[in-house]
């Protein structure tokens, strides 16, 4: 398990030794790569800054005269704020339709179907990344939005009191909660794909263990694969989470948008998320209104930074019981 | 992970799809040739870009979105005619169009809304005194549509419009809207409001129209972005008339030629409701006064919405040119395009592709002169 001294010795010597030639040249092009994703991340975070510097500290008179959606009155917080709340809610609520839906998918094509049909399935889960979000879009707004009708206004008529659900259901079911629909189809692949190589990772001496034991198929599953790929799933939902918070066209084409602190997701013109946001009024923005829009996408960035990190953090902490070494 | 990799090729075939098809869209010659095999013989009259040379060159212009249609009819019309011939026109809104001409950056424009004092100033900083060529050449009739079954169309008087609009009327079978439809079987349907959620000359030109002819109700002064909150809305004119006909009882306003198969307002003009035609939208703009102490080849409107017969709700879109330009090429590609744009064939081109109402034969007589003159120097 641990390196005797012998060996580390030989590989330090490997590595000086072998450091020349194509070696070398390998070694530079893979450290400018790295360098240069670091650089990419610092011009558009520093693009961003200065960009949106103009709105963060301009006045609010000076910022609702400029820009035309906004508030009398009100901090670029405030204004911002419904935003935010309207990215995240969209984003989780994808979140919470998608991973219990792609951790299924996934465990059925590693541990119950037979091979064949798992690859075929594999592939056409993978297929479903390769939609661009438009098409997503197109299908949200001519397809789905119609077709939920009915179900909203069942749910918000006899499930009414659950706060989601509450409010009044829209007749043309362009809404937060068919975005979320949209959303969570759109990352149901990232999500997939990744927890599906994880739980074929699963040590097969864990399973035979626990099939040794008398384990069922479930049984295996809960005590050996869940447990190992815990951290793996984590990290696919972030992934998925991410994307979800920086989609644009498919909410930007479903949603019929309002700028509300509202949990009415079943109602119309209560939410708007920043990316989509920024996408209907970029085209007729000038002058402060484009750094106001600027600004806007300087909070999302933040967000997505933080929400990464955070990912980051429950992955790295989980990594040492994942049940790996 | 090859994921991405896929996406991004997705979105690639996508794009390349998109872009085939929007070619095939600039490129249609078909109603401008057939306009143009047609009005052959009166091209003296109309100023038919055809008694000119074969004009070469790029010619760059820019403005309202809601010009894209018919401009990509102009285009592909002048285009044949002058086959060396470029126009490039770049859809950036009318703000940035009337912002391009002033500056110069673009030699012609197109703009939802007549130039202002400040922006004349600096346009004939641009063209020279009195140097500036303004005229409605795209008229664009703007309905109000609705999605109701067993309805195809309704007489609403102008206030009620607007209390349908603000939200205070929220049934269809509204005393109101029944009063003026004694034969439509309305239902207690809710009514859904569908507007604008992105910044539209569309939006400011009906809160205008709004504004104007029921000034107690909708006291809120006209600007890109729809005043009432919580109501329903969609980007786009494609996206209003889809949310419009995926519910039931929604209500929205859009460009005519663009509402598929939702049911139209025959709006009231003073004693009687006038349906939604091309004609009709083409008369309230003859027949409204031109704005006095322009100079001259500035031919602007001051709309009048309740001239009796006439289509009151239409968006009236400007062309922006200079009479003198630095180089000869440029001069005469603008003097050639706006001939065409102007002339019967050019405005049928135009209704043909994007809905407009054609330019009357008066406001015609009266813009040729400006554009015959224009000249380099």
């Not at chain 2, 009231?268 to 004609?279: H, I, L, R, T």
């Amino acid at each position: 398990m641990t390196d005797s001294p012998p060996r580390a010795r030989a590989r330090a010597t490997r590595r000086r030794g072998s450091d020349r030639g194509f070696n070398r040249v390998f070694r530079w092009i893979a450290v400018g790569s790295g360098v240069l994703i670091l650089a990419v991340l610092a011009a558009v975070a520093l693009f961003l800054l200065w960009q949106a510097w103009p709105a963060l500290t301009a006045g609010s008179d000076e910022l609702a005269t400029a820009v035309p959606r906004y508030p009398e009155d009100t901090s670029f917080v405030a204004y911002v704020g419904p935003l935010v709340f309207g990215t995240l809610l969209a984003a989780i609520l994808a979140l919470a339709i998608a991973t219990p839906l792609a951790i299924g998918i996934a465990l059925f094509i590693s541990h119950y179907a037979p091979r064949r049909l798992s690859q075929v399935l594999g592939y056409l889960v993978d297929l479903l990344a390769a939609v661009p979000s438009v098409i997503y879009g197109l299908w949200g707004f001519f397809v789905l939005a119609p077709f939920v009708v009915p179900i909203w206004s069942w749910l918000n008529e006899y499930l009414g009191w659950f706060p989601l659900f509450a409010g009044e259901a829209s007749p043309t079911g362009r809404v937060l909660a068919t975005v979320a629909i949209v959303l969570a189809v759109m990352i149901l692949p990232i999500i997939t794909a990744v927890s599906r190589e994880v739980f074929l990772q699963t040590p097969k001496l864990h399973e035979e263990a626990a099939l040794a034991l008398g384990a069922t198929r479930w049984e295996l599953v809960r005590t050996a694969v869940l447990p190992f790929g815990r951290s793996g799933i984590i990290s696919a939902a972030m992934l998925g989470l991410g994307r979800a918070l920086g989609e644009t066209m498919a909410v930007l084409m479903i949603l019929s948008p309002g700028f509300l602190y509202s949990f009415h997701i079943l109602d119309s013109a209560q939410h708007q998320t920043i990316a989509a946001y920024i996408a209907l009024d970029f085209p007729e923005a000038s002058g402060l209104a484009v750094n106001t829009l600027i600004a806007t996408g300087l909070v999302l960035f933040v967000i997505t930074l933080a929400v990464n990190m955070g990912a980051r953090a429950i992955v790295a902490r989980r990594k040492e019981f994942s049940g790996a070494n | 992970m090859n994921l991405s990799r896929f996406t991004r090729a997705g979105s690639a075939v996508a794009v390349g799809v998109l872009a085939l098809s929007l070619a095939a869209c600039g490129s249609d010659p078909e109603p401008a040739d057939t306009a143009a095999g047609d009005d052959t013989a009166d091209s003296t009259e109309t100023g038919s870009a055809e008694d000119m040379e074969s004009l070469s060159g790029q010619l760059s212009g820019g403005g309202a979105s809601s010009q894209e249609a018919a401009m990509n009819a102009w285009r592909a019309g002048f285009q044949q005619m002058n086959p060396d011939a470029t126009v490039n026109y770049d859809p950036v809104g009318s703000g940035g169009g009337r912002t391009g001409f002033g500056d110069g950056s673009y030699a012609f424009a197109g703009s939802d809304a007549a130039l202002d004092e400040e922006e004349l100033a600096a346009a004939e900083a641009q063209c020279g005194p009195g140097g500036v060529i303004e005229f409605p050449g795209y008229v664009s009739p703007v309905a109000v549509a609705f999605n109701l079954e067993g309805v195809d169309s309704l007489n609403l008087q102008p206030e009620t419009i607007a209390s349908i609009f603000l939200g205070e009327i929220t049934q269809w079978n509204d005393e109101a809207i029944a009063a003026d439809n004694p034969d439509a079987e309305l239902p207690d349907t809710a009514i859904t409001v569908v507007h604008r959620s992105d910044e539209s000359g569309t939006t400011e030109n009906f809160e205008e129209y709004l504004y104007s002819v029921a000034p107690d109700i909708w006291t809120e002064e006209p600007s890109g972005v729809w005043p009432v909150e919580g109501q329903e809305s969609a980007q786009g004119t494609s996206g209003v008339v889809g949310a419009a006909q995926a519910g039931e009882g929604t209500i929205t306003y859009a460009d005519a030629s663009q509402i598929a198969d939702l049911g139209t307002v025959a709006v009231g003009v003073g004693d009687e409701f006038v349906p939604y035609s091309a004609e009709a939208a083409a008369e309230v703009v003859a027949q409204s006064p031109r704005t006095e102490g322009t100079s001259e080849y500035v031919y602007t409107i001051d709309l009048e919405r309740d001239i009796a017969g006439t289509y009151p709700i239409v968006l009236v879109s400007y062309s922006l040119a200079c009479t003198t330009y630095a180089d000869e090429e440029t001069a005469g590609l603008v003097k050639g395009f706006l001939t065409y744009l102007a002339s019967e064939e050019g405005q049928q081109a135009a209704a043909d592709a994007a809905g407009s109402a054609p330019l009357s034969d008066t406001i015609r007589q009266a813009v040729m002169p400006g554009i015959e003159s224009i000249s380099a120097g």
